[in-house]
Nanobody, 124 residues
Framework: QVQLVESGGGLVQAGGSLRLSCAASGRTFSTYAVGWFRQAPGKEREFVVAISGSGGSTYYADSVKGRFTISRDNAKNTVNLQMNSLKPEDTAVYYC?????????????????WGQGTQVTVSS
């Protein structure tokens, strides 16, 4: 079992930055790919970014490419999401998810464990 806890959400003005963190339990975290997804009010949850278990590979949704950066520290069992140049359309609940595979996916069903989510609100 893996437990995930997100933190770092909040309210920020457009153009600002936030850093989300996902803290994981478990001794084999480096074997888990991690993805970030988000869900805006009235919309389906969508893929944002993912990172492989080793941290050597990443994959970004086009909507965040160049603005968001994912990284992980397997020694600390954490994954971070640096979000810059935020836009009002980035407003959503952000979830981190871990899959029992070292390679990532943009498919929700790939991931076995989910955090409770953290709210990100970007004001215009």
């Amino acid at each position: 079992q893996v437990q995930l806890v997100e933190s770092g959400g909040g309210l920020v003005q457009a153009g600002g930055s936030l850093r989300l963190s996902c803290a994981a339990s478990g001794r084999t975290f480096s074997t888990y790919a991690v993805g970030w997804f988000r869900q805006a009010p009235g919309k389906e949850r969508e893929f944002v970014v993912a990172i492989s278990g080793s941290g050597g590979s990443t994959y970004y949704a086009d909507s965040v490419k160049g603005r968001f950066t994912i990284s992980r520290d397997n020694a600390k069992n954490t994954v971070n999401l640096q979000m810059n140049s935020l836009k009002p359309e980035d407003t959503a609940v952000y979830y981190c998810a871990a899959g029992t595979h070292p390679q990532y996916s943009d498919y929700e069903g790939w991931y076995d464990y989910w955090g409770q989510g953290t709210q990100v609100t970007v004001s215009s």
